[in-house]
C-alpha cells in the first residue's frame, strides 16, 4: 500500500511539474559555472517550499501564477508524502531532449523506493523545467552521440 501511495503522488508531483520541452540548445551554452550548485539550491528551496525563490528563478513559458500554483501543490505533496530526504544516493547530469539535466536520487522518510528529482538549467542559471517521481519511473534520456 505504501508503494502504491508512493507511486500515486510522485507521479502526480511529476505530472504537475513537468515543463514543456525547452528547445535544444548546445549542450556548451546550456550551463552556468556554477550549476552543480544552482541545481542544489533549487532543490533546496523545493523541500523547504521557498516557493517565491523558485518563481523568481524561472525561465520557462508558464506564467509566474502557474508556476506558483505548481510548486506549492508539489511542496506540500512532497512533505506529505515522501517526508523528508535523508541520504542523496547519486547526483549526476543527464542528456535528455537535447538539454543537460540535473538529476538527484534520494532516499526519504515515508517511502520505500528513490525519488529521482531532476533540474533543466539554462545558460542564465535559471530553471526551465522540473520533474519528480520514483527512481523506477525515470524518463528515457538522450543516447550517447556518436
Known amino acids: 500500500m505504501r508503494r502504491l501511495v508512493m507511486a500515486a503522488a510522485a507521479t502526480a508531483a511529476a505530472m504537475v511539474l513537468t515543463a514543456a520541452a525547452p528547445a535544444p540548445v548546445r549542450a556548451q551554452d546550456q550551463l552556468p559555472a556554477d550549476s552543480l550548485a544552482l541545481a542544489r539550491q533549487f532543490t533546496m528551496w523545493l523541500y523547504a517550499g521557498e516557493v517565491d525563490s523558485l518563481v523568481a528563478h524561472y525561465a520557462g513559458e508558464r506564467t509566474p501564477e502557474d508556476v506558483r500554483q505548481r510548486f506549492e501543490m508539489a511542496t506540500e505533496t512532497l512533505a506529505m508524502r515522501a517526508g523528508l530526504e535523508i541520504e542523496v544516493m547519486e547526483e549526476t547530469w543527464k542528456m535528455r ?50
Open 97 to 146: 531532449n537535447g538539454s543537460r539535466q540535473y538529476w538527484r536520487t534520494a532516499q526519504f522518510t515515508e517511502i520505500d523506493e528513490p525519488l529521482l528529482v531532476r533540474w533543466v538549467i539554462n545558460a542564465e542559471g535559471k530553471h526551465t523545467g522540473i520533474g519528480i517521481g520514483p527512481l523506477s519511473q525515470a524518463p528515457p534520456t538522450d543516447p550517447a552521440p556518436e
